[in-house]
């Protein structure tokens, strides 16, 4: 797995992505997914206060960095 960096509630998050092909490709694949996940409120961050009650992914901290993880499958 690659990581890909994105900026989220003014944090930079990372996003876990497959090995192998383009990198671009990649990046702009996980961003078009988080801006959905963001936009369909499907996102919670604690620490900012942000806790919609259908959210299936969160933000959180792991060895100093900010990751989205998935939390619930729905």
């Known amino acids: 797995m690659a990581d890909v960096t994105i900026n989220l509630h003014n944090k930079d998050v990372k996003v876990s992505v497959p090995d192998g092909g383009d990198l671009k490709e990649q990046f702009n ?14 996102i919670r961050d604690v620490e900012a206060g942000i806790t919609p009650p259908r959210a299936t992914h969160e933000v959180v901290k792991e060895n ?8 619930r499958f729905s």
Do not use: D, P, T
Not at 34 to 39: D, E
Not at 64 to 71: A, P, Y
């Open 29 to 42: 694949e996980a961003s078009a997914f988080v801006r959905s996940l963001a936009m369909n409120m499907k």
């Open 64 to 71: 100093g960095e900010w990751r989205l993880k998935r939390f």
